[in-house]
């Protein structure tokens, strides 16, 4: 519980990490994926390299 809430203390602190989040675990998500997951998770990743 104490990872949980230092890790939202974290993310509330610098507000732009707290936007970027879902690009990033979406892009994470999608480059799971085989075979078109690399090409499909690496610009929506890079959206949130963008947005920090």
Known sequence: M???MLM???LSLSGCGL???P???TGDV???VPV???PLGAPI???GDVID
């Open 36 to 38: 078109v997951g690399k």
């Open 30 to 32: 999608l480059s799971v």
């Open 23 to 25: 690009f990033r675990v």
């Open 19 to 21: 936007v970027a989040l």
């Open 2 to 4: 104490r990872v949980v």
């Open 8 to 10: 939202l203390a974290a």
């Open 45 to 47: 990743h890079a959206v």
